[in-house]
């Protein structure tokens, strides 16, 4: 049922897509595609949200996070929170702070572990799926098996696996375990796309010419494999952002307890999720959206740039 319906939305697309794409380049007949997507839409119109969200929201956000503002309604011993009340629409947390501005300052954080862990695996893996995919040989083999025995790890597993090794955890140790994760994908990716260009018609007249090595790889290899690793960096913010929110729920993310942000609010409402659900139902949700969000632009990202799934 599931093919079936989306054969049923691809035709349905293509026979919305004009035959004036033919000339357009590889971006430009994506977009063309992209525009008549309802999925590709919906993906932004999240993805726009929550950037709006982390960049202005903080600003709004009527509450110092870190300051336990409404500590006089709240007792641990009777189990008692601040309920939601004129300026706190959602309430306070266990430790009286205001949950709707830890929220909003939350945003940004989410967004900057997966912005910047999502770069710096991508960096690392192009430097890795260059070096393999330009030279090959015997300097291949070596980075290709250290990258599959990275990826015989689940991720998260490796991810906790390099977070327990910083003495002092931090968000910053979040961003550089899930961004380690996240290298061995963009190397393999990459890689794969460049021995596919190495056999290419103009890769092997650019060798006839007596073209110099560096001079094919970064003119003419690297710049024709990128466009599925842009698609894949696009999914991988959404991976990113559920590792780093595992991390901070199990504790290895940043302990200032003044600092908000969307996994470590998961791990804080563990202890009493039974008598107030809701300390742990916005986060939860908030993540679940954003990462819906950047999964639906990925793929349809990935569907209007495969040539396999054009006709």
Same mark, same amino acid.
């Given at each position: ?147 599959? $025995?990275?990826? *015989?790890? /689940?991720? +998260?597993?490796?991810?906790?696996? &390099? #977070? ?7 968000? =910053? ?98 202890? $009493?999720?039974? *008598?107030? /659900?809701? +300390?742990?139902?916005?986060?939860? &949700? #908030? ?7 950047? =999964? ?16």
């Amino acid at each position: 049922m599931v093919t079936t319906y989306r054969r049923a939305r691809e035709q349905r697309i293509d026979s919305l897509v004009t035959s004036d794409d033919k000339g357009l380049s590889l971006w430009g007949s994506a977009w063309q595609r992209l525009r008549v997507s309802p999925l590709f839409w919906v993906g932004a119109v999240i993805v726009g949200l929550f950037l709006l969200l982390a960049i202005f929201g903080p600003l709004f956000a009527p509450h110092d996070p870190g300051a336990q503002v409404l500590i006089g309604q709240t007792s641990r011993a009777r189990n008692q929170i601040a309920p939601p009340q004129e300026g706190f629409p959602l309430g306070g947390d266990t430790l009286g702070r205001d949950l709707f501005s830890r929220m909003l300052v939350g945003s940004r954080q989410t967004l900057l572990v997966g912005v910047l862990a999502t770069t710096i695996g991508l960096i690392g893996g192009l430097i890795l799926g260059i070096t393999a995919g330009a030279f090959g040989g015997w300097v291949d083999t070596v980075i290709m098996r250290i990258v599959d $025995v990275m990826l *015989s790890i /689940p991720s +998260l597993l490796l991810a906790i696996s &390099i #977070a327990v090794l910083f003495a002092n955890p931090s968000l =910053t140790s979040v961003i550089i375990a899930v961004a380690v994760v996240q290298i061995p994908v963009f190397a393999r990716l990459l890689r794969g796309q460049m021995l596919a260009q190495r056999e290419s018609d103009h890769v092997l007249a650019a060798r006839a010419l007596g073209v110099k090595r560096g001079s094919i790889v970064f003119r003419h290899m690297v710049p024709n494999s990128l466009s599925p690793v842009i698609v894949q960096a696009t999914l991988v913010i959404a991976t990113s952002i559920i590792d780093a929110a595992a991390l901070s729920f199990l504790g290895l993310g940043s302990q200032d307890v003044s600092e908000s942000e969307w996994g470590q609010m998961l791990g804080e409402a563990q202890n $009493v999720i039974d *008598s107030h /659900p809701g +300390l742990a139902f916005w986060p939860a &949700i #908030a993540i679940i959206v954003v990462c819906l969000g950047f =999964t639906l632009l990925g793929e349809s990202l990935r569907e209007a740039i495969d040539p396999k799934s054009r006709r």
